[in-house]
């Protein structure tokens, strides 16, 4: 342990590794526009039943069809997004069609009203079941409703993030616990 340096609170939080960053569509109350958010702050809260949540802060156009809407998508985007997936981490929804910016395509969810993005590796529709304040976001937990998943699916094809960077997971695992 002597060999360890001390870190300040922000430090910490900061040198985590990576995790998937996900592209969240939402539709708005009237259904006029849709809105993709590029969320990093997103987490597996349950595996039976399986619950899973994104954190916004109240800054984000996002927040409030959050806010006004129970539905929304959480799509897997892959490497190859990587540019679509900092477009839509880097303008609004209260003045841009991030459909439209990006050319990525709305797919009308099967169980739900949010969009799902076609060009993403897994699109899983949710369902908010409840939503709380924890320091500067605000967590929304969902149950699946549905979910889609590409063919051949591969958890390298998937894109990390954490602190400003971007990165992808090892080609294999380095070891694998499931009998294959
Ligand atoms: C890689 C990346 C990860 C992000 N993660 C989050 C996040 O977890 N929560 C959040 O509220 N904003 C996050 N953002 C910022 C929002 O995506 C960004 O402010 C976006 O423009 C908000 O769009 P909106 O105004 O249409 O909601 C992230 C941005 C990037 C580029």
Redo the contacts with the bound molecule.
């Keep these: 342990m002597d060999d360890k340096v001390d870190l300040d609170h922000m430090g910490s939080v900061m040198s985590l590794p990576p995790a998937p ?1 996900v592209l969240v569509g939402l539709a708005d109350n009237e259904g006029e526009r849709n ?1 993709i ?5 997103f987490n597996v809260f349950s595996v039976r039943p399986p619950i899973l949540g ?4 109240t800054a ?4 409030k069809l959050l806010e006004e809407n129970d539905e929304f998508t959480i799509n897997i985007p892959g490497k190859e997004l990587l540019e679509k ?2 477009a ?7 003045n841009t069609d ?1 459909f439209e910016l990006t050319g990525l395509t709305a797919v009308k969810g099967k169980r739900t009203k949010a969009p799902r993005i076609a060009e993403c590796l897994i699109n899983i529709e949710v369902l908010k079941t409840q939503s709380f304040e924890v320091g500067d ?1 605000t967590w929304y937990l969902g149950e699946i409703k549905h979910t889609d998943i590409v063919e051949g699916y591969e958890r390298n094809q998937a894109l990390l ?1 954490w602190d400003g960077e971007f990165w992808s997971a090892a080609d294999r695992p380095l070891k694998a616990l499931r009998p294959d």
């Design positions: 960053v809105n958010i590029t969320v990093g702050m994104i954190a916004v802060t984000r156009h996002s927040y997936v900092i839509c981490g880097e303008s609004s929804g209260s991030k976001h993030y």
